[in-house]
């Protein structure tokens, strides 16, 4: 069973920064395109940035210039990178391969605000 950890959330002021962390113990990590998604309260669960095996990455309108995805593919660890946080930041940030995905983990949860 593959086992998703998402770490690093927290309470924050906005125009803040908090790095997120996704550890996977699955060894075929660095054979899939990943990505981190986010769910709001009472709204879906969205995709907002993905990175694929050689290091490509796209990020949702909505974060471009703020979020930065990485990977360290001898880790299995991916990171979020998020600067200037606002408040329609805040929902629990889930990591996950971007196609056919893993059993979800708990996900880490990013509050943003004053």
């Known amino acids: 069973q593959v086992q998703l950890v998402e770490s690093g959330g927290g309470l924050v002021q906005p125009g803040g920064s908090l790095r997120l962390s996704c550890a996977a113990s699955e060894s075929s990590f660095s054979s899939h395109t990943m990505g981190w998604y986010r769910q709001a309260p009472g709204k879906q669960r969205n995709l907002v940035a993905r990175i694929n095996i050689n290091g490509a990455t796209t990020v949702a309108d909505s974060v471009k210039g703020r979020f930065t995805i990485s990977r360290d593919n001898a880790k299995n660890t991916m990171y979020l990178q998020m600067d200037s946080l606002k408040p329609e930041d805040t929902a629990v940030y889930y990591c996950?391969?971007?196609?056919?995905?893993?059993?979800w983990g708990q996900g880490t949860q990013v509050t943003v605000s004053s």
């Open positions: 996950n391969k971007v196609l056919i995905p893993w059993p």
